[in-house]
């Protein structure tokens, strides 16, 4: 399920669970016309009241979901400024270097900037692995600088600001996090049965199709689509804005 709502285009995802949707609509609705023409007594109010029911239901669980990724995806906008502002940090500080360690530490960090903006165009393994040994290349150099000068308040201002630097790259990893397979299951489970009930009534109450249900029908599906949306932080119509990580990129690179 997670894998089905990653991939999937969004319009075919939009597609996809509008026909989901319309389908068990259509269901219950050819189910209670047979109800009725069969002359099976049963009352429509109470079939109205438990529909009701399982659609607010689903208002509300979608309500949730919504507001998780949007939680979510706020929280990798805020970590993509923090990350620039820790390496901006890093790479002033690291005027508090010798000069044979400044320069050094300085192309590692541009190194750096590249391999992240790539790692949050594709979040690949390969370039998270690079991530972390420029990390092992530059932790090396800070350790060799605060042993040279313990007690150091330069030394300590760079390992802080290297410290963060990392810090942050392990809360961004962490923040990859997509909706729970088990979620979508359920959310979707939800959405079939709430339609199906509506389209049961439909069909009990009168034979005619209203035009008002694939407008429904459109209207929920559209806010599962945009919670797929939310849920990939770099791929489709919201995405992470990484201006701030370019904006790095280019100061520190006229900076040679």
Known sequence: MIAIMETLPLWLLLLLTLSFVLGFAE???RFGEKRRKRSELEKT???NAMTGTMLGLLAFILAFVFGVSAT???????????????IGTCYLRADLLPEAQREPVRALLREYVDVRLAWAASESAGD??????????????????GRVNSGSESAALFIDSLNEVIDVHEERVLARAHINGVI???????TALAFAATGYYTGLHASARSPVLPATALAFASVIVLIADLDRPMDGLVM???????????SIKRDR
């Open 27 to 29: 269901l219950g609705h």
């Open 45 to 47: 109010e109470p079939v």
């Open 72 to 86: 979510r995806f706020s929280a990798r906008q805020d970590l993509v400024l923090r990350e620039a502002n820790a």
């Open 128 to 145: 998270a692995r690079h991530s972390q040994q420029i990390h092992a290349k530059l932790w090396k150099i800070a350790a060799e600088f």
């Open 184 to 190: 979508w299951t359920a959310l979707f489970v939800l």
């Open 240 to 250: 992470t804005n990484q201006h701030a990580m370019h904006d790095l990129q280019v």
